[in-house]
């Protein structure tokens, strides 16, 4: 009777109705009248608002969002294998709101239940529009998308969508701002390994294992970043003055912010972080990591173990010296097809070999020839 009579009630008698309802714990009623009301009022944005703020109200009288969203087992044993999942109130309201189309208030009520960190609880059975409330926003420089994102990637994973999950772990990671930090990027883009992996024991179709491979390529590729970031930090202030001096490089601070705001691509690692400090050994590590990259020499290996040689070892002068052996191997594979620019390179990683003892001994070699 009273939901056929909204158009002619006054705002003030909703309330007070509503109220009585609710003293009488009828709270079913007085959210289906308060929804009703607000859908009449959709051009009144100050009094619908109004509104939609008594619903919320309403179901945090009902015990909502303190129970969460499951009801009671007593409830769930009266009603003997046909109980419903939600709680009964909050059913109620979200069978209003899907019915209305009521968009607005069915993101106020998860916005509780984000305040509550129980948004999980919305999953299964999945609410109306809870994957449109997950993702409608991509700003990433807001923490609450954020979280909200975070949220959509366990309700992926519920729902055994790994991929989808891992895009957005990646998504985060890749274009998040400067609030979030280089370790904070690694963590998602570990996570969107973790997942791809999930999902490759799943299926190993060929998008499965594509997306895997490219997760771990951006992965290896933001771990030599933090490699990178490490030893610019803890470089000796005097090495790092004369690298600041000779290259033109901005202060420690400057270059420490700029790789934690965001992650790079091999190649503006290498151009912009690896060679103004000379760091070859991080260059051997993205030779091993990256397909193709962007050097200038014929013999791409020998030039770069010839740098690192030098590095420690920088007098050698013998009949022999590094750089012709280095560039006879690299010739050796040259001349037998064997193309792989990042071979060497492969060969020693692979053979867990640490640089500086390889040209030491190498250097022992040298010295010791007859």
């Known amino acids: 009777l009273f939901t056929d009579s909204i158009n002619t009630m006054t705002y003030g008698t909703l309330i007070n109705l509503c109220n009585e309802y609710k003293n009488f714990e009828f709270y079913?009623?007085?959210?289906?009248?308060?929804?009703?009301a607000a859908h009449t009022m959709e051009h009144v944005t100050e009094k619908r608002k109004s509104i939609l703020d008594n619903v919320i109200e309403t179901l945090r009288d009902a015990g909502v969002f303190n129970e969460g969203v499951s009801q009671p087992k007593s409830l769930?044993?009266?009603?003997?294998?046909?109980?419903?999942k939600f709680n009964p109130v909050l059913h109620k309201a979200l069978e209003l709101g899907l019915s209305l189309k009521d968009i607005d208030f069915l993101f106020a009520v998860y916005d509780e239940f984000l305040r509550a960190d129980?948004?999980?609880?919305?999953?299964?059975?999945?609410?109306?529009?809870?994957e449109d409330y997950l993702t409608h926003s991509k700003d990433l420089s807001s923490p609450e998308v954020r979280k909200k994102l975070d949220l959509y990637c366990d309700y992926c994973?519920?729902?055994?969508?790994?991929?989808?999950a891992a895009e957005v772990k990646d998504y985060i990671a890749q274009n998040s701002g400067g609030d979030v930090t280089l370790q904070e990027r690694l963590h998602y883009l570990s996570h969107a390994v973790g997942q791809a992996e999930s999902a490759k024991e799943f299926s190993e179709n060929a998008?499965?294992?594509e997306?895997?491979?490219?997760?771990?390529?951006?992965?290896?590729?933001?771990?030599?970043?933090?490699?990178?970031y490490t030893d610019i930090n803890s470089m000796p202030e005097n090495v790092y003055s004369n690298f600041a001096t000779s290259q033109g490089i901005p202060s420690r601070d400057e270059v420490l912010a700029l790789l934690n705001q965001k992650l790079y691509d091999s190649h503006i690692l290498l151009n912009d972080f690896i060679h103004p400090f000379d760091l070859?050994?991080?260059?051997?590590?993205?030779?091993?990591?990256?397909?193709?990259?962007?050097?200038?020499?014929e013999i791409p290996i020998a030039d770069v173990l010839v740098k690192a040689g030098r590095k420690y070892y920088p007098s050698d002068?013998?009949?022999?010296?590094?750089?012709?052996i280095i560039i006879a191997i690299s010739k050796y594979f040259i001349e037998n097809e064997i193309t792989d620019p990042g071979i060497i390179t492969k060969i020693l990683r692979q053979a867990n070999i640490n640089y500086a003892v390889l040209f030491e001994t190498v250097k022992h070699v040298l010295n010791n020839r007859s």
């Open 157 to 164: 994973v519920k729902r055994h969508e790994y991929l989808k």
């Open 317 to 324: 002068t013998r009949m022999m010296p590094l750089d012709k």
């Open 280 to 297: 070859y050994e991080k260059k051997l590590a993205l030779l091993q990591i990256v397909e193709e990259a962007p050097y200038q020499t």
């Open 28 to 36: 079913e009623g007085a959210v289906e009248l308060l929804l009703k």
């Open 118 to 130: 129980s948004v999980p609880q919305l999953f299964d059975p999945a609410a109306p529009y809870i």
């Open 211 to 228: 997306a895997l491979n490219k997760y771990r390529l951006k992965m290896k590729i933001a771990q030599i970043q933090f490699e990178i």
């Open 76 to 84: 769930q044993i009266m009603n003997s294998g046909h109980a419903q």
């Open 207 to 209: 998008k499965v294992i």
